[in-house]
């Protein structure tokens, strides 16, 4: 819900929108813009939460790892509370029910392996290369008639650069 109310809405939903609007000059139904920017909007976070697990500290710009101390509920932890055991599950919410500085680096470490042991990251990538995908297929509904222009082939690319 986060991703749809705060990625999806302010990075692509409305700039895709309000692109459509001044491009198209008021002329065209702007609700198409809502499926292609939630994809593209929720393959881009997913994309981003990658990085913070697997990206590099220069490239990134942030503390690798950063959202697993945060407690950020990221696709990949998620997935590791569906595949978890009991014993992990309670493990992981007693580390997440404690205040981000009480969360050690060793915390973080074994999140990273049980989410590397389900599976999880690889599971993310799929799901953001699905939505890629979707986004694209959107993409082609809503501009496709165009001239090839500098934004279509962004957002190709933008497809096939997901991890």
């Not at 990625?7 to 491009?23: F, N, Q």
């Not at 509920?73 to 493990?91: F, H, N, P, V, Y």
């Not at 969360?103 to 799929?126: F, K, L, T």
Request: aromatic share 8%; charged share 30%; with cysteine.
């Amino acid at each position: 819900l986060m991703v749809l109310k705060k990625t999806c809405w302010l990075a692509t939903i409305h700039p895709s929108r309000i692109g459509l609007l001044i491009g198209a000059r008021g002329t065209v139904d702007l609700d198409p813009c809502i499926r292609f920017g939630f994809f593209l909007g929720a393959a881009f976070q997913i994309q981003d939460d990658l990085l913070n697990l697997d990206g590099e500290v220069a490239a990134y710009g942030k503390e690798l790892g950063g959202d697993i101390r945060e407690g950020k509920r990221t696709l990949m932890l998620i997935q590791l509370l569906a595949k978890a055991t009991d014993g992990e599950r309670d493990r992981l919410r007693s580390m997440l029910g404690r205040p981000r500085d009480l969360r050690s680096d060793e915390d973080v470490a074994w999140v990273r392996r049980r989410m590397d042991a389900y599976g999880c990251i690889d599971y993310a990538r799929q799901v953001a290369h699905g939505l890629a995908g979707a986004a694209r297929h959107e993409f082609t509904g809503l501009f496709g008639h165009l001239p090839d222009s500098r934004a279509q082939r962004f957002i190709e690319a933008a497809r096939r650069d997901v991890v």
